[in-house]
Protein backbone atom coordinates (compact mmCIF):
# COMPACT_ATOMS: atom_id res chain seq x y z
CA UNK A 1 0.00 0.00 0.00
CA UNK A 2 1.20 3.49 -0.92
CA UNK A 3 0.95 7.02 0.02
CA UNK A 4 -1.38 7.10 -3.39
CA UNK A 5 -3.63 4.69 -2.51
CA UNK A 6 -4.96 6.51 0.50
CA UNK A 7 -5.23 10.00 -1.67
CA UNK A 8 -7.32 8.21 -4.00
CA UNK A 9 -9.96 6.42 -1.17
CA UNK A 10 -10.29 10.07 0.50
CA UNK A 11 -11.43 11.37 -3.15
CA UNK A 12 -13.74 8.82 -3.69
CA UNK A 13 -15.20 8.36 -0.16
CA UNK A 14 -15.93 12.50 -0.45
CA UNK A 15 -16.73 12.57 -4.02
CA UNK A 16 -19.39 9.61 -3.63
CA UNK A 17 -18.79 8.94 -7.19
CA UNK A 18 -15.88 7.76 -8.93
CA UNK A 19 -16.40 9.95 -11.85
CA UNK A 20 -16.20 13.00 -10.31
CA UNK A 21 -13.02 11.55 -7.78
CA UNK A 22 -10.89 11.24 -11.19
CA UNK A 23 -11.70 14.44 -12.30
CA UNK A 24 -10.50 15.80 -8.73
CA UNK A 25 -7.62 13.42 -9.15
CA UNK A 26 -6.67 14.85 -12.38
CA UNK A 27 -6.87 10.88 -13.84
CA UNK A 28 -9.42 8.60 -15.92
CA UNK A 29 -11.70 6.46 -14.26
CA UNK A 30 -10.53 3.09 -15.16
CA UNK A 31 -6.96 2.90 -13.66
CA UNK A 32 -8.90 5.04 -10.41
CA UNK A 33 -10.79 2.00 -10.52
CA UNK A 34 -8.46 -0.46 -10.45
CA UNK A 35 -6.44 1.40 -7.96
CA UNK A 36 -8.98 0.95 -5.41
CA UNK A 37 -9.45 -2.84 -5.98
CA UNK A 38 -5.57 -3.12 -5.51
CA UNK A 39 -6.10 -1.11 -2.32
CA UNK A 40 -9.13 -3.23 -1.31
CA UNK A 41 -6.98 -6.82 -2.69
CA UNK A 42 -4.19 -5.97 -0.45
CA UNK A 43 -5.86 -4.98 2.98
CA UNK A 44 -8.43 -8.26 2.21
CA UNK A 45 -11.05 -6.39 3.03
CA UNK A 46 -14.07 -4.26 1.25
CA UNK A 47 -13.88 -0.52 1.97
CA UNK A 48 -17.10 0.32 -0.13
CA UNK A 49 -20.15 -1.51 -0.55
CA UNK A 50 -20.40 -3.70 -4.06
CA UNK A 51 -22.89 -1.82 -6.23
CA UNK A 52 -24.02 1.41 -4.42
CA UNK A 53 -24.79 4.84 -5.86
CA UNK A 54 -23.80 7.26 -4.76
CA UNK A 55 -20.70 5.18 -3.17
CA UNK A 56 -21.17 4.09 0.48
CA UNK A 57 -18.63 2.76 2.68
CA UNK A 58 -18.84 -0.27 4.77
CA UNK A 59 -17.73 -0.07 8.30
CA UNK A 60 -13.89 -0.64 7.42
CA UNK A 61 -14.23 1.86 5.02
CA UNK A 62 -14.93 4.60 7.00
CA UNK A 63 -12.43 3.32 9.82
CA UNK A 64 -10.10 3.37 7.09
CA UNK A 65 -11.07 6.77 5.46
CA UNK A 66 -11.18 8.62 9.15
CA UNK A 67 -7.03 7.06 9.74
CA UNK A 68 -6.15 7.72 6.27
CA UNK A 69 -7.20 11.28 6.47
CA UNK A 70 -4.98 11.51 9.74
CA UNK A 71 -1.47 10.01 7.88
CA UNK A 72 -2.45 12.39 5.25
CA UNK A 73 -2.29 15.48 7.45
CA UNK A 74 0.90 14.29 9.06
CA UNK A 75 2.47 13.56 5.51
CA UNK A 76 2.06 17.24 5.36
CA UNK A 77 2.68 18.88 8.49
CA UNK A 78 5.69 17.06 8.15
CA UNK A 79 6.97 18.14 4.61
CA UNK A 80 6.03 21.64 5.78
CA UNK A 81 7.74 21.91 9.53
CA UNK A 82 10.96 20.03 7.44
CA UNK A 83 10.93 23.17 4.70
CA UNK A 84 10.34 25.63 7.46
CA UNK A 85 13.16 23.95 9.80
CA UNK A 86 15.21 23.78 6.80
CA UNK A 87 14.74 26.89 5.78
CA UNK A 88 18.25 30.00 6.50
CA UNK A 89 16.28 32.60 6.61
CA UNK A 90 13.42 33.49 9.74
CA UNK A 91 10.43 34.51 8.60
CA UNK A 92 6.96 34.38 10.09
CA UNK A 93 3.83 34.01 8.44
CA UNK A 94 0.50 35.41 10.84
CA UNK A 95 -2.97 34.92 9.47
CA UNK A 96 -5.84 36.85 11.09
CA UNK A 97 -9.29 37.56 11.15
CA UNK A 98 -10.11 41.46 10.30
CA UNK A 99 -11.66 42.62 13.77
CA UNK A 100 -8.28 41.93 15.08
CA UNK A 101 -6.89 44.62 13.08
CA UNK A 102 -8.39 47.34 14.53
CA UNK A 103 -7.85 46.53 17.62
CA UNK A 104 -4.98 45.08 19.72
CA UNK A 105 -3.13 43.12 16.35
CA UNK A 106 -1.23 46.31 14.90
CA UNK A 107 0.57 46.77 18.63
CA UNK A 108 1.55 42.90 18.74
CA UNK A 109 3.44 42.79 15.78
CA UNK A 110 4.90 45.82 15.86
CA UNK A 111 5.96 44.77 19.44
CA UNK A 112 7.27 41.31 17.39
CA UNK A 113 8.90 43.52 14.91
CA UNK A 114 10.71 45.82 17.83
CA UNK A 115 12.14 42.69 19.47
CA UNK A 116 12.98 40.80 16.47
CA UNK A 117 13.70 42.49 13.41
CA UNK A 118 15.84 40.02 11.88
CA UNK A 119 12.89 37.88 11.49
CA UNK A 120 10.64 38.72 8.01
CA UNK A 121 6.52 38.82 8.99
CA UNK A 122 4.27 38.73 6.48
CA UNK A 123 0.42 39.45 7.27
CA UNK A 124 -2.56 37.66 5.51
CA UNK A 125 -6.40 38.12 6.12
CA UNK A 126 -8.23 35.51 6.16
CA UNK A 127 -11.54 33.52 7.92
CA UNK A 128 -10.36 31.28 10.66
CA UNK A 129 -11.48 28.40 8.72
CA UNK A 130 -9.23 29.58 5.75
CA UNK A 131 -6.45 29.87 8.04
CA UNK A 132 -6.84 25.98 9.16
CA UNK A 133 -6.41 25.07 5.65
CA UNK A 134 -3.63 27.77 5.64
CA UNK A 135 -1.61 26.78 8.34
CA UNK A 136 -1.99 22.92 7.14
CA UNK A 137 -0.59 23.61 3.61
CA UNK A 138 2.18 25.39 4.80
CA UNK A 139 1.22 28.87 3.75
CA UNK A 140 0.88 30.76 7.14
CA UNK A 141 2.68 29.32 10.76
CA UNK A 142 -0.18 30.88 12.95
CA UNK A 143 -3.57 32.09 12.88
CA UNK A 144 -5.29 34.66 14.90
CA UNK A 145 -9.04 33.36 14.91
CA UNK A 146 -12.17 33.52 16.79
CA UNK A 147 -13.20 30.23 16.33
CA UNK A 148 -13.18 26.74 17.89
CA UNK A 149 -11.93 23.91 15.58
CA UNK A 150 -11.78 20.21 16.81
CA UNK A 151 -9.22 19.59 14.10
CA UNK A 152 -6.12 17.37 15.12
CA UNK A 153 -3.47 18.46 13.68
CA UNK A 154 -4.07 21.97 14.71
CA UNK A 155 -3.03 23.19 18.27
CA UNK A 156 -5.19 26.39 19.50
CA UNK A 157 -3.81 28.71 22.82
CA UNK A 158 -7.09 30.38 24.01
CA UNK A 159 -5.60 34.11 24.18
CA UNK A 160 -8.61 35.92 25.76
CA UNK A 161 -12.48 36.10 25.22
CA UNK A 162 -13.38 39.46 24.02
CA UNK A 163 -16.82 40.81 24.72
CA UNK A 164 -19.13 41.76 21.98
CA UNK A 165 -20.62 45.38 21.38
CA UNK A 166 -23.62 46.54 19.47
CA UNK A 167 -23.07 48.40 16.74
CA UNK A 168 -25.73 51.39 14.76
CA UNK A 169 -26.43 54.58 13.13
CA UNK A 170 -26.16 57.48 15.51
CA UNK A 171 -29.81 58.40 14.99
CA UNK A 172 -30.81 54.92 15.44
CA UNK A 173 -33.39 54.74 18.37
CA UNK A 174 -31.10 52.65 20.61
CA UNK A 175 -28.32 55.33 20.03
CA UNK A 176 -30.07 57.50 21.95
CA UNK A 177 -29.32 56.67 25.18
CA UNK A 178 -26.38 55.04 26.75
CA UNK A 179 -25.21 52.19 29.24
CA UNK A 180 -25.32 48.36 27.78
CA UNK A 181 -28.56 47.29 25.65
CA UNK A 182 -29.84 43.72 26.35
CA UNK A 183 -30.21 41.03 23.70
CA UNK A 184 -33.46 40.92 23.81
CA UNK A 185 -34.22 44.48 22.65
CA UNK A 186 -32.54 43.47 19.63
CA UNK A 187 -34.79 40.76 18.50
CA UNK A 188 -36.64 42.57 16.19
CA UNK A 189 -33.88 45.03 14.96
CA UNK A 190 -32.62 44.13 10.95
CA UNK A 191 -29.15 42.48 11.81
CA UNK A 192 -26.03 42.15 9.59
CA UNK A 193 -23.99 39.13 10.33
CA UNK A 194 -20.95 38.32 8.37
CA UNK A 195 -19.15 36.81 7.22
CA UNK A 196 -21.40 35.01 4.80
CA UNK A 197 -18.87 32.10 3.78
CA UNK A 198 -17.05 29.73 4.44
CA UNK A 199 -18.72 28.66 7.39
CA UNK A 200 -18.98 28.22 10.09
CA UNK A 201 -17.74 31.44 11.09
CA UNK A 202 -18.07 34.61 13.24
CA UNK A 203 -21.75 35.29 11.99
CA UNK A 204 -22.38 31.69 13.76
CA UNK A 205 -21.45 32.60 16.76
CA UNK A 206 -23.31 36.15 17.04
CA UNK A 207 -26.58 33.65 15.89
CA UNK A 208 -25.31 31.30 18.74
CA UNK A 209 -25.64 34.02 21.54
CA UNK A 210 -29.55 34.66 20.67
CA UNK A 211 -29.84 30.55 20.25
CA UNK A 212 -28.12 30.46 24.10
CA UNK A 213 -30.54 32.73 25.16
CA UNK A 214 -33.57 31.43 24.06
CA UNK A 215 -34.49 34.08 21.20
CA UNK A 216 -34.11 34.19 17.49
CA UNK A 217 -33.68 37.47 15.56
CA UNK A 218 -36.35 37.88 13.45
CA UNK A 219 -34.52 39.77 10.20
CA UNK A 220 -31.14 38.65 9.82
CA UNK A 221 -28.61 39.39 6.78
CA UNK A 222 -25.67 37.66 5.88
CA UNK A 223 -23.28 40.51 4.65
CA UNK A 224 -19.56 38.81 2.84
CA UNK A 225 -17.21 40.70 5.21
CA UNK A 226 -16.79 43.02 8.33
CA UNK A 227 -16.13 46.33 6.09
CA UNK A 228 -19.42 45.52 4.38
CA UNK A 229 -21.42 45.21 7.86
CA UNK A 230 -20.02 48.44 9.03
CA UNK A 231 -20.99 50.71 5.83
CA UNK A 232 -24.63 48.99 5.77
CA UNK A 233 -24.78 50.15 9.57
CA UNK A 234 -23.65 53.48 8.93
CA UNK A 235 -26.35 53.97 5.99
CA UNK A 236 -28.76 53.20 8.58
CA UNK A 237 -29.17 49.53 7.04
CA UNK A 238 -29.60 47.71 10.42
CA UNK A 239 -27.22 46.95 13.21
CA UNK A 240 -24.48 44.68 13.74
CA UNK A 241 -22.84 42.78 17.18
CA UNK A 242 -19.26 42.43 16.68
CA UNK A 243 -15.95 42.22 18.85
CA UNK A 244 -15.42 45.42 20.96
CA UNK A 245 -12.08 45.75 19.42
CA UNK A 246 -13.78 46.80 16.08
CA UNK A 247 -14.42 50.07 17.69
CA UNK A 248 -10.90 50.86 16.88
CA UNK A 249 -12.29 51.28 13.09
CA UNK A 250 -13.83 54.85 14.06
CA UNK A 251 -16.10 54.84 11.68
CA UNK A 252 -17.82 58.56 11.41
CA UNK A 253 -21.46 57.53 11.19
CA UNK A 254 -21.24 54.53 13.87
CA UNK A 255 -21.74 54.70 17.66
CA UNK A 256 -21.64 51.39 19.91
CA UNK A 257 -22.99 50.01 22.69
CA UNK A 258 -22.29 47.00 25.20
CA UNK A 259 -24.06 44.18 24.76
CA UNK A 260 -25.17 42.99 28.02
CA UNK A 261 -25.29 39.13 28.08
CA UNK A 262 -23.43 36.24 29.71
CA UNK A 263 -22.69 34.32 26.24
CA UNK A 264 -22.17 37.61 24.01
CA UNK A 265 -17.99 36.94 24.30
CA UNK A 266 -16.11 35.96 21.55
CA UNK A 267 -12.67 34.16 21.95
CA UNK A 268 -9.40 34.75 19.99
CA UNK A 269 -7.15 31.97 19.82
CA UNK A 270 -3.88 31.64 18.63
CA UNK A 271 -3.64 28.67 16.17
CA UNK A 272 -0.54 26.36 14.90
CA UNK A 273 0.43 23.36 13.40
CA UNK A 274 0.82 20.48 16.17
CA UNK A 275 4.65 20.27 15.76
CA UNK A 276 5.41 23.39 15.39
CA UNK A 277 7.23 24.35 18.27
CA UNK A 278 9.64 27.24 16.80
CA UNK A 279 11.69 29.78 18.87
CA UNK A 280 9.16 32.25 16.31
CA UNK A 281 6.18 31.06 17.37
CA UNK A 282 7.43 31.24 21.48
CA UNK A 283 8.21 34.82 20.55
CA UNK A 284 5.00 36.05 18.46
CA UNK A 285 3.65 34.33 21.97
CA UNK A 286 5.47 36.22 24.57
CA UNK A 287 4.93 39.27 22.35
CA UNK A 288 0.64 38.71 22.45
CA UNK A 289 1.17 38.34 26.39
CA UNK A 290 3.54 41.38 27.34
CA UNK A 291 0.89 43.81 24.96
CA UNK A 292 -1.75 41.97 27.47
CA UNK A 293 0.58 42.98 30.30
CA UNK A 294 1.12 45.95 29.51
CA UNK A 295 -2.51 46.79 29.07
CA UNK A 296 -3.87 45.43 32.01
CA UNK A 297 -6.25 42.73 29.86
CA UNK A 298 -6.80 39.74 31.91
CA UNK A 299 -5.66 36.37 30.05
CA UNK A 300 -4.56 32.98 30.97
CA UNK A 301 -0.87 32.33 30.13
CA UNK A 302 0.17 29.42 28.55
CA UNK A 303 3.01 27.65 26.93
CA UNK A 304 3.37 27.12 23.34
C1 LIG B 1 -6.40 40.52 20.88
O1 LIG B 1 -7.13 41.48 20.61
O2 LIG B 1 -6.40 39.99 21.98
C2 LIG B 1 -5.47 40.00 19.82
C3 LIG B 1 -5.51 40.52 18.54
C4 LIG B 1 -4.65 40.02 17.58
C5 LIG B 1 -3.76 39.02 17.89
C6 LIG B 1 -3.73 38.51 19.16
C7 LIG B 1 -4.58 39.00 20.13
Redesign the pocket.
Known sequence: MEFRHLRYFIAVAEEKNFTRAAERLHMAQPPLSRQIQQLEEFLGVELIQKGTRPVSLTEAGVFFLAHARQLLDQFQELKTMTQRIGKLERALSVG?VAS?LY???PD?IRRYRERHPEVEVTLHEMTTVEQLKALKEGRIDVG?GRLMSEEPSIRRIL??E?RMVVAMFPGHRLASEEGSLRLVELVGEPLLVYPKAPRPSFADQVLAVFTTAGLVPEFVSEVRELQIAMGLVAAGQGIAIVPE?VQGMHHRNVVYRKLEDKHAFSP?F?SVRNMDRTQELEDMLAA?YS??DDLA?PHIKEQL
Do not use: A, M, W
Request: glycine share 6%.
Open positions: FTGLLIFLRESIFVIYI
